[in-house]
Each structure stands twice: as C-alpha cells, then as structure tokens.
C-alpha cells in the first residue's frame, strides 16, 4: 500500500492526537523548569510547539496567546533563507528579528527539526522573553525610534550545530546583554526545551510508524477544519466594522486609530486591518505575522473556542495587513511595544460582530499589558538588576456574566504577574497594597471585571522605573447599552511635592522610599445598567466591587433602597 493510502482507526487517532498535545506541554514544562529567569519560570511568558514537516501546527501547549499559530514562521523563514537542504539533525536555530517573527527582540524564538530516520518529519519549537539583548537601557524602551536602539538583532542562525553550542553565538548573544548568565541559562533551557520535543515526536512516530502517523495527522486537520467551517458557516454573512484609538506611539501624542474589517461569506471569513494607521516613529509598531497571530486569537476566541488548535484550525480564516501599517512594519521603525494594537484588535473583531453573535462577545477587556519596569542597583548584593511585568485588569461583561476581575490581558494569556513574595525576596521593592480597584468596571446589566490597586515602594538607594500604559483614550467600552470602564492611572509619590502622573516613562528616575501606585482598568459593561437587579448591586457593594457612590452615578442607586 502507498503511505499515502494509509488509513488510521478513530481511535489511534485520537491517541496520536492526545500524545502531541502531551508532548507540547511536556515542553513547556521542561522550559518552564529549566528557566534561569522568574520571567519564564514564575510569569510563564513563553510559548511552544510541535509542527510537522511542512510547517503545520501538531501540538502546542498553553501559553502566550499571540504566539499561538505563529511559531511556524521561523521555520518557514529559515527555510527559504537556507532551503530544505539546509535542516540537519542536531542542529538548534535561533531567530528574533521582529519584521520576520512579529514580535520585540527580546521575545526570542528558539526551534529545530525532528527527523525519523532520513525523512524530515517535522520541528521543535519555543519562544520565551529573555531578560536584556542590549539596547538603550535594560528592559523594553517606551522612547526608542529605530529598531537599532532596542538590542540586538539576529536572523536565522543555528545556535547548536551537529549537536554541540556555538560557542561564537552565544559569545556574541551574551556579550550583548546587561545579565550574560541569566541569558546563558534561558537559552540553555531552551535547547532543552526543544530536546525535549524532538524527543517526544520522535518516540510517537516510532510506535506507530510515519505512515499510520501522517494518516492520523491529516485525519486530524480534516476534522479540525471541518468543524471550524462549520462555526463559521452559522454567522450571518455580511460585512462589520469597528475602530479604537490606542493612546500614542510613546514619543508624541496623538492616539493612533486602530479599524477592523470582518467580512463573513460562507465558510470563509476575512479580518482586514488595512484600515489601520501608518507605522509610527514610537515603539508601537508590529511585525505582520503577530498582527496576523492576534487576529487568529479573536477568530478562536469567538468562532469555536473549544475546538482544537491544529493545522487546520485556521484554514477558513484570511487576514489583510496593509505594509507599512503600524501591523507591518518595517525597517527601522522600533517595536519594543508591539503588542498594544493587537490587544486592541482582539477587542475590535468582538465588537464588529457583537450583533451577530450577541451571546458569544464579550464587552472590552481592560486591554493593554500596563508593563511596568523596575531597575536599578540591589544595595544587598551590589548588582545591577531589572524586572518588568505585565499587570492585571478587568476582563468585558457578556451575557449572562460579569466580567471577570483582576486577569491578564488577552494577548498574554496564559502569563503570570510576579506575586509579591517573588518581588520582595529578589528586588529591594516592597509591595505595600495589591487590592481590586472598585468601581473600575463599566456598570451593566452585567458588570465589567473590575482592575487593581498595586502599590510599590522602592527600597534601594537609586533606580528608576519604566512605565508603558495605554487605553485611556479609548477605555475599555461597554455593548448593548453598558457603559465604559475606567481608564487605567499611575500615580508616582500621591500627595507628596514632587507627585508625578505618567502613563509612560523610560528611566523615570527613584530614589529610597519613592512609591509608585498602579491602577489598571476595567472592563466594560454588557446590557443597560437600569436592568441590573437589587440584589446583585447589593452583592456589589457588600463585596466591595462597587462603592455606594459608585452604585449611584453607574447604576442610580437609592441607598434607602438599599439599607
């Protein structure tokens, strides 16, 4: 029988399936442990996957959203750099320029190919964000207007080859960075990391051989597609649009429109961003295939999200990035923020199809990843350190629900904050308040999530603190008739002379006993807030989700009524 011809039984093909899903997440956990840095092993911002031989998506774990369906465009890159001739076993590439991968440099995207004997059966492959490449200052920069100021910047190049480190690439990776042995250890969890996937694929392809395993895998991608056509076919056809403005590039002012174009014809549905403004001289812009990682996020987030992510998931969906937008970005405008438009893309596609899938979208998230950065020196041991972070916020109300409080944002994921225990043992920071921040959600007939209150006290001689901030200008907003939650604020030294209030900031300057007091945003409202019922308001207040004043201007409360 031709391999081709190779069928498989519902049942190995669901096992293979099963131990590719387990495979991935094998990986990540290998990463995971192995990290040098609290920025993998605690917060968890990275990604992995398995992929087949022609680039397709076999199994990938949880992990930051936005890379999800992404990582096959370092393989497919290298590829046309270097052929396919030019993958050979043993050896570990490694890639993070973001006009190829879509990302900031510091996301770093370690990957290589699986063979089953001399047939090229498929790649390993992560990303995680390392701690410094360079650069300006330590972390990412919320001033740079060139790529060149942001760190170093690598194509395609093998890290390992026929099985042993380049010495002379990780020399000149680790020369680059402000933290050479936390960079050393990461990569090297890393090429575990993928170690471990070549592994893993390798074992499933040698128990039941690569006929009965491709058979299974095109099985797979068949019933993947078949079931994602069908959740498109039930949306009405038609055209729908929305726009949001994020707050600014970092260097000037004025807020940057970003539109969405859904068109739904059949089983095919497009998402065209072609609307979007121009790249920018700030740090906001974005390679393309992040822009168009993020509009698979909004697909799956709404279409089918309890299907599978496999090879096929995405086959009905097309996406449109103008070049030169601020989702296609080229050389050698920065993109050390890059993911504040695609946060706001994500919100906008659910909003553009709000009225035909009314009880499937959700109102908007608080929507950025409000970075804040600590730097500085450690008065108890005398180095230099730096740490950033994501902060959490209000999740949009839907029907029938509430929006959740205090998550992390959608292009994050399965990512974490640094709880405070982890600050406070490795950084001369205190966190003196972490609290739900009440009334910040935009009042409904579901409420939105409410953000947070965290404060920090530094407690080294001198530092200085980044901030990246955005999605005042547009808030998170409420559908059918909620209302808008509150934007986010951050407040330097509240009630003292020299109080500061900044959305962004690079190097902002800190000295012992400065407090810096952060206040996310929440999401918006779903439904008019007159139809919310006496009893769930009152669950707000004695919870201390919404204040009685809050209650009154959102809801029109009569504490009378109340008492």
Request: aromatic letters at 8%; hydrophobic letters at 40%; proline letters at 5%.
């Amino acid at each position: 029988m031709n391999p081709t011809d190779t069928v498989t039984d519902p049942v190995t093909t669901e096992i293979i399936r099963c131990a590719l899903g387990a495979a991935a997440e094998d990986m990540n956990q290998t990463l995971i442990r192995s990290a040098y840095t609290p920025t993998i092993y605690e917060m968890k911002d990275c990604s992995v996957a398995l992929l087949d031989e022609h680039h397709r998506v076999l199994g990938q774990s949880l992990g930051v959203p936005i890379f999800l369906g992404n990582l096959e465009v370092v393989t497919q890159h290298t590829e046309r750099e270097h052929g396919r001739d030019g993958w050979r076993a043993g050896d570990v590439w490694i890639l993070n320029d973001p006009y190829i991968a879509g990302t900031h440099l510091n996301d770093v995207s370690v990957y290589g190919p699986v063979f089953a004997g001399e047939d090229l059966v498929g790649f390993a492959t992560c990303r995680a964000h390392l701690r410094d490449l360079g650069g300006m200052r330590p972390g990412l920069l919320t001033n740079s207007t060139e790529i060149y100021q942001e760190g170093l910047r690598l194509g395609a190049i093998k890290l390992v080859e026929g099985g042993e480190p380049r010495r002379d690439i990780l020399d000149i990776i680790t020369r680059n960075s402000r933290y050479p042995d936390l960079v050393h250890g990461d990569l090297f969890a890393m090429i575990a990391c993928v170690r471990e996937g070549q592994a893993r694929l390798d074992a499933v392809i040698e128990r039941y051989g690569l006929a009965t395993f491709r058979a299974a895998r095109d099985d797979v991608f068949a019933q993947t597609e078949r079931m994602e056509r069908a959740a498109v076919a039930a949306i009405a056809d038609g055209v729908y649009e929305a726009e949001g403005h994020i707050d600014n590039d970092g260097v000037g002012d004025t807020p940057l429109r970003v539109h969405v174009r859904v068109e739904v014809s059949g089983e095919n549905i497009l998402i065209d961003l072609s609307g979007t403004d121009d790249m920018t001289k700030g740090p906001v812009n974005c390679g393309a295939p992040q822009a168009v990682a993020a509009a698979r996020v909004a697909f799956k987030l709404l279409v089918n999200p309890d299907g599978p992510l496999t090879g096929g998931a995405f086959r009905p969906l097309s996406v449109n990035v103008r070049e030169g937008s601020l989702f296609a970005a080229e050389e050698p405008v920065p993109c050390s923020y890059y993911f504040t438009p695609l946060g706001m893309l994500i919100d906008l596609v659910a909003k553009a199809l709000a009225h035909v899938l009314p009880e499937r979208v959700a109102a908007a998230s608080y929507g950025d990843s409000m970075v804040v950065l600590f730097g500085g020196t450690n008065p108890d041991t005398g180095q230099r350190f730096s740490f950033s972070q994501p902060t959490v916020g209000g999740w949009g109300a839907w029907h029938g629900t509430d929006g959740q409080d205090a998550m992390i944002n959608n292009v994050n994921g399965a990512m974490k904050d640094l709880n405070a225990e982890v600050i406070e043992s490795k950084f001369p920071i205190r966190v003196t308040k972490y609290a739900i921040r009440p009334d910040s959600g935009g009042p409904g007939q579901w409420r939105g999530g409410n953000g947070v209150e965290r404060e920090f006290v530094f407690t080294g001689d001198d530092g200085y603190v980044n901030l990246w901030w955005d999605r005042s200008v547009t808030p998170a907003w409420g559908i059918f008739g909620g209302s808008s939650a509150q934007p986010p604020e951050v407040v330097i030294n509240q009630g003292r002379a020299d109080e500061r209030r900044l959305m962004k900031a690079t190097g902002h300057p800190l000295q012992h006993g400065d407090v810096v007091l952060t206040r996310s945003g929440g999401g918006g409202g779903y439904g008019d807030p007159s139809l919310r019922s006496v009893d769930d308001i009152k669950a707000d207040i004695r919870e201390g989700q919404v204040t009685e004043a809050g209650a009154q201007d959102g809801y029109g409360w009569d504490e009378g009524v109340g008492s």
